[in-house]
């Protein structure tokens, strides 16, 4: 089956967030999967569609928007209307094939059910299935009784078989199910042929709720302030027209407080109520009647550098205001990566996704890999054994945000270091819910004198005393360390904020290396648009020894190995064979023939070119006996001056995502971070470290 239909039973059912579980599930295993949806709600004005959009965005879809789709609501009905029903089904199924054709597998997504007959819709999207013939994932309003929706679902059952629909699995979303209750509704729906996937997924406000954004979008308003604070999220309203002493007794958490422009008084106080940890922390202000605050009152709130509160003006009167912001939807944008993370941590920890792919009987042979495909396995991987991951920067805001992100996906447990106060006001300022992490003060932690003692014993042959060691172990990184050293975090991350040199000091110091190994090296996993190789040694060795970069070559494929890569070993020079002489050449003739000693059943080949080892053309002229050559998947290079250079002109030129740097070698993983990185580089180093500890604990 190479596509898929997702309808809701009805209105409010959460599928946009049940559509964009699927698609996380789906590009799981497939390359190109196309997001199709037969019929949208006429977008307002010269918007998209906000389902196509967001799944474009998120998923980096190879698509035109224009034929994502086939008709608007409007659109359809009117053909339908004149008697020319068929015709729309037709149509829908041209396009329909036009992308089976064209990509991997389609995605289906069925109407909003915002008209105002709902049984036909759900027909009409049975109808379409039908004849499209896909399969079928339902998604239901799960508020309600759990008798009421075993008799709602086994009706709809009916319809799917007069259809002759196969349902591939249902999810009820939003729902407060017991495990016996959904159990009972399993059994309800189950044939004889096979037992039905019934998954619950329970109700998240955050989702729904509509942020700061969709307030801008939906009232058409001006950002005076607050601009990189949009996605604070919205709870409840509050018009605010009374005395500041009134109005203060009304502020509740995440409310938007509605006023005119004029009323600088209760703006001001609102600014207050934000900045102040005695009071609620409010959403934002939204200022009526198209009056902005005068020059004065601007130029104070713009000294106010503190201050995170979004504030908007609309040139709309406030009754007429609170009347739009009742119609203000709750949309996932793609920039609302708080909104996103919760709805795949969601799905994926209360929907069974290898039973749907079984049922669904897809899967993927082919050996490709693209970036995103990387990334998402990455995450699952990381999922499936949860470690404890130390961020050493706890205080810095990426590092925040990550932690943000991380928690929600349920990627990890995360420890933060730093001082609490801080930590916390800065995650008030974010909007961050950091909750699930534990947040530990190094130089007031009761772990201290342990670990400076323990730092002591270990260092005192190089002269380091008990006062040094305890002046030592307040330094967050070095703290971090030694948790991982004592088993009290599986893995540690740093290097936002500081350099690698001082990130990989402390384990270079007490750490350790390997048995075996003489060198800590590292990896970039690189992704390019089919497949993910990894490159060694590009960022810590400048000039290793024969010995050493044996090393490198086996840390390298069993790094490689634990990240899913089949290891085929390249060790790289300017010469292929025989062909070339020179002291270059000769170190990496012995370093392969010390790594063939040190490891005989890894596939492995030097030296050779980097054409010779990736190009198969090549490798038939080259080496055409080789069974590494044309087919590498793990390139050593001689020096770190080749390394970092070669794997930055691929990114560049290939358009490669580089993963890294991979730090390997160690007794337990540490990982370093660009002093540049993003937040989307954190939350991949922190899966990658965690992965890596996995696989130490369970080898």
């Given at each position: 089956?190479?596509?898929l239909y ?9 599928k946009?967030?049940a559509?964009l ?19 949208i ?5 010269t ?7 967001l ?10 928007y224009a ?7 409007e ?6 209307n ?13 396009q329909?094939k ?9 995605f289906?997504e ?17 109808e ?8 079928v994932?339902l ?6 009784p ?5 008799q ?10 007069e259809?002759?629909?196969?349902v591939i699995?249902?999810?009820i ?9 959904l159990?009972e509704?399993?059994d309800a729906?189950s044939?004889?042929?096979h037992r ?6 329970p109700?998240?406000?955050t ?5 700061m ?19 604070t ?7 605010a027209?009374?005395h500041?002493?009134?109005f ?21 106080a ?15 202000v ?13 130029e ?8 995170p ?41 209360h ?29 699952e ?24 992100v ?14 609490p ?14 909750s699930?992490?534990?947040i ?12 400076a ?12 005393t008990p ?11 070095y ?12 893995g ?13 000091r ?8 390997k048995p ?5 090296s ?16 590009c960022?810590v060795?400048?000039n ?20 899913g ?5 390249a060790?790289?020079?300017?010469s ?7 002291v270059d050449?000769d ?5 392969t ?22 190009d ?6 080259k080496l055409p006996?080789?069974k ?5 998947t ?12 070669t ?9 490669a ?21 993003t ?7 922190v ?13």
């Open positions: 089956m190479n596509a997702l309808t809701a039973t009805g209105p409010l059912s959460g946009t967030a559509a579980g699927i698609m996380h599930m789906l590009n799981l295993s497939m390359r190109d999967v196309a997001i199709f949806r037969p019929i709600n006429t977008p307002q004005m918007d998209r569609d906000p389902d196509i959009h799944m474009m965005e998120q998923f980096k879809l190879r698509q035109d034929e994502t789709f086939v008709y608007t609501h659109e359809a009905r009117k053909v339908i004149r008697g020319d029903h068929d015709l729309v089904i037709e149509t829908i199924m041209k329909f036009k992308l089976q054709a064209e990509h991997e597998f389609v289906v069925g109407t909003d059910f915002l008209g105002k007959d709902a049984v036909y819709e759900f027909e009409l999207n049975a379409i299935a039908s004849n499209l013939g896909c399969p994932m998604v239901v309003n799960g508020d309600h759990a008798d009421d929706l075993r709602s679902l086994q009706n709809v059952m009916a319809t799917m078989n259809n002759s629909l196969e699995a249902t999810i979303n939003r729902g407060h199910l017991s495990q016996m209750e159990d509704i399993r729906l044939t004889e042929a039905a996937l019934v998954y619950a997924i109700d998240d406000a989702i729904a709720k509509a942020t954004y969709d307030v801008k979008k939906s009232l058409g308003a001006e950002v005076l302030y607050g601009e990189n604070r949009l996605d999220m919205v709870g409840s309203y509050l018009i027209a009374m500041i002493d009134n203060l007794k009304y502020v509740e958490k995440d409310q938007l407080i509605i006023t005119p422009g004029d009323r600088t008084d209760i703006l001001l609102a600014i207050g109520t934000r900045m102040s940890s005695s009071k609620p922390d409010i959403a934002g939204l200022l009526t009647g198209g009056m902005k605050p005068p020059i004065e009152v601007c104070l709130i713009e000294g106010w550098t503190n201050s509160l979004p504030i908007l003006m609309t040139n709309t009167l406030t009754y007429q205001s609170v009347m739009a912001l009742h119609e203000v939807s709750g949309y996932i944008e793609p920039t609302d990566t708080r909104k996103i993370n919760t709805v795949l941590g969601l799905f994926t920890h929907v069974n996704s290898k039973e749907i792919s079984k049922r669904l009987q897809f899967s993927s042979n082919s050996s490709r890999m693209t970036p995103m495909m990387f990334e998402f396995n990455l995450i991987r990381a999922k499936t054994r949860k470690m404890r991951i130390v961020l050493a920067e706890g205080e810095e805001e990426r590092i925040l945000q990550a932690t943000d991380l928690l929600r996906r349920d990627v990890a447990d995360i420890i933060l270091l730093g001082n106060d801080v930590i916390h006001q800065k995650a008030r300022d974010l909007n961050l819910d950091i699930g992490a534990t530990e003060n190094p130089v007031t932690s009761s772990r201290f004198d342990d670990y003692n323990t730092y002591y014993e270990l260092r005192k042959a190089k002269g380091i006062e040094t060691a305890r002046d030592i172990m307040n330094d967050a990184t703290f971090a360390t030694m948790m991982v050293k004592k088993d009290d975090a599986d540690m991350v740093s290097g936002a904020v500081n350099t690698t040199a001082h990130t990989i402390p384990a270079f110091e007490f750490i350790k290396t075996g190994f003489s060198v800590v590292s990896v970039f996993l690189m992704c390019l648009k089919d497949r993910v190789l990894a490159f060694g040694d960022a060795n400048p290793p020894t024969a010995q050493q970069l044996a090393e490198i070559a086996i840390a390298s494929a069993h790094t490689a190995r634990v990240f890569i089949e290891p085929r070993v060790m790289l020079s300017y292929t064979g025989t062909s070339g002489k020179g050449v170190k990496v003739k012995e370093a023939a010390i790594a063939k000693e040190m490891a005989p059943d890894l596939l492995l080949e030097g030296p050779i070119q980097y054409d010779a080892a990736i198969p053309t090549v490798a038939k002229t006996d080789s590494v050559a044309g087919r590498a793990v390139f050593i290079f001689p020096d770190l001056n080749t390394g970092n250079n794997y930055k002109a691929v990114q560049r030129a290939a358009e995502v580089a993963i890294g740097p991979v730090l390997q070698g160690l007794n337990k993983p540490v990982n370093d971070l660009s002093r540049g990185c937040v989307p580089d954190i939350v991949n180093t899966a990658i470290t965690a992965v890596q500890a996995a696989a130490e604990k369970h080898k």
